[in-house]
């Protein structure tokens, strides 16, 4: 029973360029969203949130939307930079939290 | 300073053995988790721990117990060990329980990489 998806295992963009990567949910309770990066060897740190009385959250070249209506909720980052290069990780809430399966980014040089 | 500490890193072990992963936060957190990586990279919950108290127990086997002495620390001993049960196991602690909250998401270890042969 996954509650949390990310249909795209891997992204591949090239540096300087917007990476956007997709999640999607069908708890109707979540009430927090998360993304979280992972590189190898070493375990999930937090990147950015967003309240799901929001729409969108910016923090710097991370962007988190969410639509609540298509239960859908993208992280964009731009200008996308080769240390981006990482699992990315969608976690929702709604007191205990649920993760997807990740989409590995690459960026390109 | 590493936050979340779990040891050992790797661990590989044979079939019916038991083994204990540690798991130590210096957050000052109220609430500890252990979750299993599987071999489709899905990260799932297993418990959570709350000033020494469990709050979740998803589904899994009762071969696998947390043990908290205290709220700075949440082992996990796995009783009886399957070739099922390789995975990579992470450790996590938050502030305020579930991280859903702004100023509360999860801190994670580096993890530990169980092999059973």
């Known amino acids: 029973d996954q509650q949390v998806k990310q249909n795209s295992p891997s992204l591949s963009v090239q540096e300087g360029r917007i990476s956007i990567l997709n999640c999607d949910y069908t708890?109707?309770?979540?009430?927090?969203f998360l993304w979280y990066k992972k590189y190898p060897a070493e375990g999930p740190t937090f990147l950015i949130s967003i309240s799901s009385i929001k729409d969108k959250n910016e923090d710097g070249r991370f962007t988190v939307f969410l639509n609540k209506s298509a239960k859908h909720l993208s992280l964009h980052i731009v200008p996308s930079q080769p240390g981006d290069s990482a699992v990315y990780f969608c976690?929702?809430?709604?007191?205990?939290?649920?993760f997807g399966a990740g989409t590995r980014l690459t960026v390109k040089p | 300073d590493t936050a979340v500490s779990q040891t050992p890193k790797y661990l590989v072990t044979q079939m019916g053995n038991d083994k204990s992963i540690k798991c130590e936060q210096n957050?000052?957190?109220?609430?500890m988790y252990w979750y299993k990586q599987d071999s489709k990279k899905f990260l799932k919950i297993m418990f959570s721990?709350?000033?020494?108290?469990?709050?979740i127990n998803e589904t899994v086997p009762n071969r696998f117990s947390p043990k908290s002495p205290d709220k700075a620390h949440l082992n996990l001993h796995i009783n009886s060990l399957e070739l099922g049960d390789s995975a990579v196991y992470f450790c996590?602690?938050?502030?305020?329980?579930?991280?859903?909250?702004?100023?509360?998401?999860?801190?994670f270890g580096n993890g530990t990489r169980l092999t059973v042969t």
């Open positions: 721990y709350n000033n020494k108290e469990l709050i």
């Open positions: 976690a929702a809430s709604s007191g205990d939290m649920r």
């Open positions: 996590a602690s938050s502030q305020v329980f579930g991280g859903s909250s702004y100023n509360s998401p999860l801190h």
């Open positions: 957050l000052g957190h109220d609430t």
């Open positions: 708890n109707s309770m979540f009430d927090y």
